[in-house]
């Protein structure tokens, strides 16, 4: 099956290990972003999986590219164009100092793309499903209207949609995303969102939590949930759930609502690797499980083990099997050595 | 005091950090295997430690060689022939993800080895110990038969002989498993295990265990320990016993049986840096306690400690100092630094 | 406001990641010391920090100059000559493995320093504190009585004094210790130690505490600081308390006594990349903080939290921020992405 | 258009740098092989290159496959399967020391392939072109028989076919592949060889010529191209002329024999990166150039100038565009920075 | 002596080695700029050398400011402010393949500078020289007037002026270089250009040269010498010469031309490890040379020796003291071992 | 056939690739030493060859004993005991910029070696060859006494002694040399030095030879020999001629003068990757082609081209085989793959 997923491949600049900016010498070059990582686990877990994007013609967006086409991606909607490649220096934390993310984004042929780049009847064609991110169209420019174009079109194609609210600060305010991602919303079937997004975005805050101390009420996410769906109608509504005891070790479960029930996941103590791009991963790992047939508590857990696995990975991209995934979710968290 | 150990030598290519095979430009290369892996642990502790095993004669085989010369491993009884070195893939795994094995070591000089190719009265003459493990006569062709030789000649000698079974279930299956090791067994004076070997080789199986969730029963291992006793008539047998929390944190103790009477290790928790090589650590840490006339305990506890530590080496072989070991052993676990 | 620190800067070599020695093929190189590492805290905290020492005049010296230039230290007080650079092994442990610090400083340019090479009063004018730590007498030669000039000049000026105490057994006997600082801390106005210096220097123990067993007896280290300001008339003592659970974790916090009054700091579970300068940390943090004004509880707060963050920077400086550290102390431990 | 080309694809491990085998630590973990190398110099250029092998399905194999896709060659023709892929040990040389090949490729998942694996209907559907070298033949086993149905279903399509005889007197001797080569030839339409290849697989040698001695003789070698011409009926025969100075200085150049007349390439200088794969990227650039248009000379020339960029790139893929070998050919060898 | 140098410093992202860009994972992270540059070299031969420029706040932009305190060079004229630190992307060429320089510098916080930023008054305040490159002026905004501001002030309080044309095509066409830098040039006293930029910049072509054959054509060159003299009234003009017979090889040498006198220097084949920054290495010998007093000969030897070494150091700063350059200059290319 | 050889085993500290001290971040560490480094060569060769030295008990000493252990050199006759390892920084040169050494091996544990640490009629038994070089009497204490014990000892005992003369002026003035150096010297039979020695440390000088101008008299070197064989009852003296043409190109060949002949090897142009221990590598040679019996001139290209393909091994010691050597210095220098 045949999913699209649309938005912004950016160049990822880190130093190795739990190096300091100030005292990097070299930095990891590697690429990814929230719709791209899920295109990527997507195709790893088989899927054909299409990224739509626009990329500069020079080797730098070459090689962007390249990091798609390796695991299997399909490239050839990609428009190039555009002078510059978006960049995210990256680095990572450990014990009591968080991970640190610069953006240097702006600009990007990404986000100053038009509306006559992309043809989506043509790069919709025969997906089963479209996915984006509050990303995209939080860049700006022509990018809110090119999400609607695609949007209309995967609704006049009858296409699943989804799309993982992902806020973020630095791109936009809590108001202007609030209005854009309202309008897209009635579009969307399934919306995916961590434990602040909807605050952040829409104003739903859940009861009991405070995201800092590390500790989150389950019961009031169930409400987000429910508001989430009741507001903009969502067949679905998934919601990450990360209790952050430090940088170096996380909790990692999830909730879904659907048809007015709430399946709630597994929760696993995460020893933290990687930790970017964690949504992105669960997104994957529930678009594929969903498409894939499995039963609403399957699906979750498919999506939540795949997720907890992304934390082991380096990089963006969550290079794990389905077989990998499954055999997590199916109960087998011991670490053991395969030989 | 002399102890040789026979057994193959492979090249081991791993990922650095924790890459994943497909994420990797570069292969770390250091060597290992099971009996090797013991002998480098005896000449680290300043013991008198001889390895036999078979290398290719091209510069492949010769640094094989060399890694073992460098510390300190009498390494005049290799044979040089043949064509390839035995390769395994190791992809280091954390958190949830399992470290993952991929064996090349089909074909290989060593597994190709024919009984004409040692000499077993020179090769363990003056010899107080013969080890080798499971994986020897698993190799197939006539290593069977030449680990029979070895330990009818190591019997004439008057030399002990111990033997960790170390099933691997890619080589040979369980009944084939059983029906070779069940008759090199009876010339086997030390009997050495892991939680799940016995259950493989010969369907002896602890009472109230389950290996993948981590939990494990003292009592089982002391039911499991007296049968292999009853059954083969080892003067002792020891069984470590991981418990796995995840790929990067085990918990790690043993039982020691002898003369009817079962002793417990200390159990640690490891923080994992490498864990492939903990078993052969063990050994290692068991034979030189043994021939230096340590008490049952206090040789257990050394056994355990070495491998305790060996968790946190780098590589397959096992990196420390008897009074490095000792240190721990005596109690000493607070990893402060030493000036 | 302008500090001043006085002590060796050396070369630190350490292998890459969990290496032990023998297996290293190349060593990082960075550089460190108890009083250059305070300083290069103060300048990452914005302040005038300068530090003494004498370096020779080669490319290795030049790269140890370098390495304090480059994040904002005044080196113009540095003294070049002499022969060599002193230099520290270090083996990072990991779990059960504590680390391993080999030092090759004997002979340097700075041990066989001078008491003509020092202008005190040139290089404490204008400042606001003078700091040093008792490896610098430690190393014998001139060193205590230069150490001994710059108290008394500092004192003439109106100076601040600080030192940690900071035993080291393998440059002078405890008795040695004993005498030469004894003779020092008379000038000191704020001394810092550990939890083991008090006892190794002037034989003042906590009750109730076994450093070794990991576990510390808070009531027992006030009498400690009790014991210290009444033997030395010192305004406050900080004690920094360090649980050592293994190489990897720690626990970490400590008690500042002041005005007869005591004050514990909150205790941090740190997952540890690099402790190395931990203490140093401390006593920066407890500078600024206390040449910022803060009051007492806050200034101890920073120092903690300043101190925590250490655990996760590699090499010996504190490369944090005022407001990375005060985030921390402000409550915020959960070590989430900054975007 | 679309070009196929068919062989094996090893992994190729090599030392960082200069090192020696013996002193390495660390392998580089490329891909590389004949045919596969042609392929990605073709999807360089931008043509749609398909190359047909077997890879076992494990992750080094996944990892061979996804370095092919990265550069866009199309890869859905080869067959998963088997147990191990094939390995080069490859020690780069400097000066007067030249590179050392190990080869560990025997019982490889392609060595062992069946005439069944491939179904060249299918596999040359749509293809102008067919592309092999010597060593698949050589490899044995049904290798010389699928090469022989995939030249008979390419004649019978119409479509071009070209080979490089490549001989590697490791695989087998020059009557064996005197014998196999000389069935297989009169299906092929381009025969590209080296200076040293006619001698070796059919006894066609070069007058006044010693490829030891570094220099070599133009007259000698339209000889060789007018023998292979007469015996196999080539369309057309190129052959590289390769004057080893040194392992780091080579003088490069070709001629080409068509219809009865010869062309002689310009001559590079070239300093040597990496050497390996410079045959494989003439080819490249040859098929390139034809298929493209280009006239006699001026293919040529491309194809020289390509395989003289290959000898600047680090792994066998020659990773050159088709802009950068046109500049090259057109005559700016300054090697000026480009901005 | 104090000397200010004004313009840009980007953030230097190159592979390691040879390695193109498509095939990193990782990138060196270094800093340059020409005027960058030339301060480094001055500091680097003791001056007082002070850096203006403006950079980002956050830890990308500090990290760059480091690069500078690092060797010495005075960074407190340096303006923080702005959102982005330019880049500039190097893949290092060898033999036929010339490095590729890739620009991400659009929108960079300097080159959004504002003539508010920079109060030369202050800054130039007891400076003997001033230097900036046609690389600031091109960077357009109100870096122009920013620069005129600049000269007008350094005229005003008597400093000597001096510029390096150093013209980059894709930063402006040729006649907008014309025009800004016609209008410019009255207001500086020394002019310096490589073998191209006259032509480019103003149009002044070197008779009986070809830059891409790699041979230049000195007495061409004079006559550049004395038209640049003629049309703008320098007191002086240098024009390196680089004669590029590879990426590998080049020749270097350089004229002078002052008082109606032409001055040739030796010239050098120089074996390339790193040829950027190579004139701005050059501009920093001369400037260090004419300020110490050599005469002229001397000057212009000891700037072609200084910038010779510059093609044998990674990077873009030239890292070598004024006894190293005296060394050459003085007729010691030998290379021999200095122990 | 049993050599011996005696003197220091240095830790050798390296930036990585060309990059400058102040430009490292690591380095590269491995061990070296003129007396080591033949020890090394010999045991490649096939030679039972031990090394005498005085190595710390600590880690890094114990690293440098392994490092000679790793290529069978036989480790038996060495001393552990004092503090420190020597050691040498080195920054490799290029092109202009020749390589740097900074020692820092006063105090080591060798360099504080007694005579009674020495058994040299245990240490020699059985040898057929003792060889040293200047630098051990030249590191002063004890030395001198320690090498005349020695070299009575192997006189006793009818061993051939070799000395490479080895000036370093860091460790002694010519005047010191000369009459240590000359009191030695009567006791040697083969002398080995190089285009330097002879005139520095016996003022006996080539005629029309220029060594910084890298251009010297074949014919003036004839006299040199000549002259010390006069002197000192040489049996035969070797001289290695380097001519510098820079740092990255060197001419490389040699005399031998015995029994009043003069015998000259064929000369290579060596393009270096590491030129330490060049001549260590000759004196390795010359003995192992002496004492198998070569002819004189067979030996004399034995060891030449022993010594050119050690300039292309990185580090001291000479990782190459005999047949390597044989292969070039019977004529094949065309660097060709071996496959």
């Known amino acids: 099956m045949r999913i699209v997923t649309f938005g912004e491949l950016m160049l990822r600049l880190a130093p190795p290990g739990y190096e300091r900016f100030v005292q990097a010498s070299s930095l990891g070059m590697t690429f990814g972003g929230g719709e791209a990582n899920v295109a990527v686990s997507l195709a790893n877990y088989g899927m054909n999986a299409a990224f739509v994007t626009k990329l500069p013609q020079h080797e730098i967006g070459q090689a962007a590219l390249n990091s798609l086409r390796k695991y299997g991606v399909d490239t050839v909607g990609i428009v190039r164009g555009g002078k510059r490649l978006g960049i995210y220096y990256l680095e990572k934390g450990a014990s009591q100092r968080g991970s640190k993310v610069i953006y240097d984004r702006a600009e990007s042929a990404f986000a100053l793309s038009e509306r006559g780049d992309y043809d989506w009847a043509v790069l919709l064609n025969g997906a089963s499903c479209f996915h984006f991110t509050g990303i995209t169209p939080a860049l700006g420019g022509e990018l809110p209207a090119i999400c609607m174009d695609a949007l209309k079109c995967a609704k006049k194609l009858g296409i699943t949609t989804s799309c993982d609210l992902n806020y973020r600060g630095n791109l936009w305010t809590r108001e202007q995303a609030g209005k854009v991602m309202g309008e897209l919303m009635p579009m969307v079937d399934v919306c995916v969102c961590n434990e602040e997004d909807a605050a952040d975005v829409f104003g739903i805050?859940?009861?009991?939590?405070?995201?800092?101390?590390?500790?989150?009420?389950?019961?009031?996410?169930?409400?987000?949930?429910?508001?989430?769906?009741?507001?903009?109608?969502?067949k679905s509504v998934a919601i990450t759930?990360?209790?952050?005891?430090?940088?170096?070790?996380?909790?990692?479960?999830?909730?879904?609502?659907?048809?007015?029930?709430?399946?709630?996941?597994?929760?696993?103590?995460?020893?933290?690797?990687?930790?970017?791009?964690?949504?992105?991963?669960?997104?994957?790992?529930?678009?594929?499980?969903?498409?894939?047939?499995f039963d609403t508590q399957a699906a979750l857990e498919f999506a939540v083990a795949a997720s907890c696995l992304k934390h082991s990975v380096e990089g963006d991209?969550?290079?794990?099997?389905?077989?990998?995934?499954?055999?997590?979710?199916?109960?087998?968290?011991?670490?053991?050595?395969?030989?």
Chains 1, 2, 3, 4, 5, 6 share one sequence.
Do not use: C, M
């Not at 009991?208 to 507001?231: C, M, P, Q």
């Not at 399946?263 to 991963?281: A, E, L, N, T």
């Not at 794990?320 to 050595?337: T, W």
């Open 205 to 234: 805050r859940a009861a009991d939590t405070s995201v800092h101390a590390g500790k989150l009420s389950r019961e009031g996410y169930i409400g987000v949930a429910r508001e989430l769906t009741a507001r903009f109608g969502f």
């Open 241 to 293: 759930l990360r209790e952050s005891i430090s940088a170096s070790d996380n909790n990692w479960g999830a909730l879904l609502y659907t048809d007015e029930k709430v399946y709630f996941s597994k929760q696993y103590p995460v020893h933290i690797v990687d930790r970017v791009g964690g949504g992105d991963s669960f997104s994957g790992g529930l678009i594929y499980a969903t498409l894939s047939g």
């Open 317 to 339: 991209y969550n290079l794990v099997s389905a077989a990998e995934v499954q055999r997590l979710a199916g109960g087998d968290a011991s670490g053991r050595v395969r030989r």
